[in-house]
C-alpha cells in the first residue's frame, strides 16, 4: 500500500513532469499517456518487490518451520538413552533426519526460485508492455 509520503513524493514527480512538458510546448507528446505509462512503472516495480518480499518471507517461515520440526525428533531421538535399542532408534533417526534435510533443502529451493520468478515476470510483463507502448508511440499518425 501507498503511503501519504509515498503518493505525495510520486504526484510531485508526476506534477513536475507535466510542467516541464507544458513549459517545452512539445507538439504531440501526450503527457497522461506518459505520466499513466510511469505510473505503471512505478506500480510494476512495487509489485515484483511485494513478490519478492512474501516469497522471502514464506521461505523464512518455512525454514524455521523444518528446524523446529528436527529439533523435536532429535530431542525425542536423544531422549531414548543409550541402551541397545536407543542407539538403533538414534542411527535411524539420524538417517531420516539426513533424507528429510535433503527434502527439505528441494522445497526451499523450490520456494525460492518460484519467489523469484513471480517477481521477475511482474518485471517482464511490464517491459512488455512498454515496448507495445513504445511500437504504438512511434508509429507515424
Known amino acids: ?3 501519504d509520503a509515498d503518493q505525495q513524493s510520486g504526484g510531485m514527480w508526476f506534477d513536475d513532469l507535466r510542467k516541464l512538458a507544458k513549459a517545452f510546448r512539445l507538439p504531440g507528446l501526450d503527457i497522461a499517456s506518459l505520466i499513466e505509462w510511469q505510473r505503471r512503472d512505478v506500480e510494476a516495480l ?3 518487490n511485494r513478490q519478492a518480499y512474501d ?11 523444518i528446524l523446529q ?4 525428533e532429535w530431542q525425542a531421538a536423544v531422549g531414548s538413552g543409550v541402551s ?10 539420524a538417517r531420516l533426519g539426513i533424507q528429510r534435510a535433503f527434502e527439505h ?3 526451499l529451493s523450490e520456494l525460492e526460485a518460484q519467489s523469484r520468478n513471480n517477481a521477475w515476470k511482474v518485471a517482464q510483463d511490464r517491459f512488455q508492455e512498454n515496448l507495445a507502448n513504445l511500437k504504438t508511440l512511434l508509429e507515424p499518425k
Do not use: C, H, P, Y
Open 84 to 93: 541397545a535399542e536407543g542407539l538403533t532408534k538414534q542411527a535411524e533417526a
Open 55 to 65: 516469497g522471502i518471507a514464506a521461505l523464512f517461515e518455512r525454514r524455521n518451520e
Open 1 to 3: 500500500m501507498e503511503t
Open 105 to 107: 533443502l528441494r522445497e
Open 69 to 72: 520440526e528436527t529439533l523435536s
Open 46 to 48: 512495487v509489485d515484483a
